[in-house]
């Protein structure tokens, strides 16, 4: 079975009301009730870290936008982009190690699943950033496409690709196209092409890192998974056991009231035999007195 397979079962299998992270159920423990109100708490925070983490992913989209409507590389636009971006693996990396330790912790059906509906929380943020990152990463791929083009207008789309792909054979390409362009554009286009590239190493490298976090939180599930699949076969052999001293239990009722029908025959049967002798040896008596 696959792992979206599993995830969707995990999340069909989630109670309803346990979407409601704050509420608490009533303990009669003080020490009960305030672990339940640290990890509420945790939770809490964890909520708003993940907020924190898709207004980020909206900035970086943003910042994304403007990049690709200049016309130059906008150093402010690409220090700004650094910059959030190196935030938000920081930030995306303390929300893994959050949800891991929690997860890994002793706890409750009901806190798994909490737990559970967050941590799917971030798996759909994390998700969209990747979406995200995947356009960007297109269209800049067209946009280098577009400024070489420029330099060289009979490029071949095999060349192209060499370009793209920021290979040595592709940079060399360029490198000539320019020194034999007679166009004026030709080494703005060349320095453009150098900061998209740039960005498409940064994005792939921030594209592997989502891929390598997703998959963190699909183990999570798994493991979610396997201890709810574990509770769910402890359940039914307690079933099978409990149907099985039912049935143990109808048959001892059944040899018990048979065992009673037969005593009540039983003596029935003695009262007739012994009604019986009577009404013998009282005719017997009689006729002899007689």
Aim: charged share 30%; aromatic share 6%; glycine share 4%.
């Amino acid at each position: 079975m696959s792992k979206p397979d599993r995830l969707a079962q995990f999340r069909a299998r989630q109670d309803p009301q346990s979407h409601e992270l704050n509420a608490v159920p009533a303990t009669n423990g003080t020490n009960s009730g305030s672990t339940w109100e640290a990890f509420a708490n945790e939770l809490s925070v964890l909520q708003e870290e993940i907020e924190r983490f898709n207004a980020n992913v909206r900035t970086i989209s943003t910042l994304h936008t403007r990049s690709l409507s200049s016309t130059s590389s906008d150093s402010t636009t690409n220090d700004e982009l650094e910059r959030v971006t190196q935030e938000t693996r920081t930030l995306s990396n303390a929300i893994r190690d959050k949800i891991s330790r929690l997860s890994h912790e002793r706890t409750d059906q009901m806190r798994s699943n909490q737990l559970g509906v967050v941590r799917q929380k971030f798996m759909d943020a994390i998700q969209e950033y990747r979406r995200i990152e995947q356009d960007y990463s297109q269209r800049s791929k067209q946009r280098v496409g577009r400024q070489f083009r420029i330099v060289k207008p009979e490029a071949t789309d095999a060349e192209i690709d060499e370009v793209v792909q920021r290979s040595d054979n592709g940079q060399q390409i360029f490198a000539d196209a320019v020194l034999h362009s007679s166009y004026g554009e030709a080494r703005n286009a060349y320095r453009e092409v150098e900061a998209r590239q740039q960005d498409l190493a940064r994005m792939e490298q921030t594209i592997a890192e989502l891929a390598a976090l997703f998959s963190d939180m699909a183990v999570l599930v798994d493991q979610q998974d396997q201890t709810i699949q574990e509770v769910e076969k402890v359940a039914t052999e307690v079933n099978k056991d409990t149907e099985a001293g039912l049935g143990f239990t109808e048959k001892a009722v059944k040899h018990a009231r048979a065992a009673r029908k037969k005593k009540i025959i039983f003596f029935w049967i003695c009262v007739a035999i012994a009604a019986l002798l009577a009404l013998i040896l009282g005719l017997y008596f009689g006729l002899h007195k007689n």
